[in-house]
């Protein structure tokens, strides 16, 4: 019982229609977090930087949703936000919750990306020559663990302003390898 009431204060389950999230309610996802909001709607052609008025709208139901959270978060409810995100693009509020310096945005259900070039970042990691060392490593597979990625559209990478969110990201993304298991 002490473990669920653990994990019940600092999990929230949340629910946006048909998938599930879990957040970690120890983190503050709206502090200092603002994301470069990429349109990618089908009508355009090619992806581009979203009106600030897409870009206003998703902040502000973002802000709204950690709100709901940080409220109904507790006793292992889950915390249902399907009236919060009706309307809204899925892909960008699901960006958002991993906090992506990039987040897609469409306005209907397809995107101009087909046949895009894309700028890959993945966080990962490998087990160092040193390690190796170790016997209770030595039979682990050594290759790269990617633990995140996102993409941006190459054209919208000629702004270094909007690449400066990349190292931020990858700033405030920290592993404590003392915690996992081998």
Known sequence: MIQRAFLSEIVAVVQ?????????TRHDP???YSPVFVDCSASLGAP?????????TYSEAFRD??????EETGDGRVVVLDSV???LCLTTIFGMFLQYPYVYYTNDSSNCLAGVDLFLVELGSTV?????????VTNCDISAQVFTSFSV???????????RKIPFYLRHRTVNLNSVAM
């Open 16 to 24: 946006l229609f048909d998938d599930v999230i879990l957040l970690d």
């Open 30 to 32: 709206v502090g200092g």
């Open 48 to 56: 581009k930087l979203a009106d600030s008025s897409v870009c206003k």
């Open 65 to 70: 949703m950690v709100r709901i959270i940080r």
């Open 85 to 87: 995100c009706e309307g």
């Open 128 to 136: 160092s020559d040193y390690a190796k060392e170790f016997d209770d």
């Open 153 to 163: 559209p190459v054209a919208l990478c000629s702004d270094e302003d909007q690449l």
